[in-house]
């Protein structure tokens, strides 16, 4: 079982950069494809971006591509979404979650989800 703590959030305005990280515990961390997702307000959760369990491989949602990059330190056992050029309807909680499925991106294929962190993007 992994747990994973999302930080990293906060208020940036249009055109600014965050970068959120996702520590994980647990020893299958290294083993495991990881996903960022996140949800606005009356939305349903939204797939952003995933990465496979080497770093060696992505993938994201096409409306984040070229603005978001995900990426991982196995030895620090950590996730991260550095995410630039942001606009106010990236604005959401963010979560992280371990990907049971390659290239899914739906949430039933996702398990273990942290908090989630909020990011806030001015106009």
Sequence with gaps: QVQLVES??????????????CAASGRTFSYSAMG????APGKEREFV??????GSSTYYVDSVKGRFTIS?????????????????????????????????????????WGQGTQVTVSS
Excluded: H, I
């Design 8 to 21: 990293g959030g906060g208020l940036v305005q249009a055109g600014g950069s965050l970068r959120l990280s």
């Design 36 to 39: 960022w997702f996140r949800q």
């Design 49 to 54: 971006a995933a990465v496979s369990w080497s």
């Design 72 to 112: 991982r330190d196995n030895a620090k056992s950590t996730v991260y979404l550095q995410m630039n050029n942001l606009k106010p309807e990236d604005t959401a909680v963010y979560y992280c979650a371990v990907c049971r499925r390659w290239r899914a991106t739906d949430s039933s294929d996702f398990d273990s």
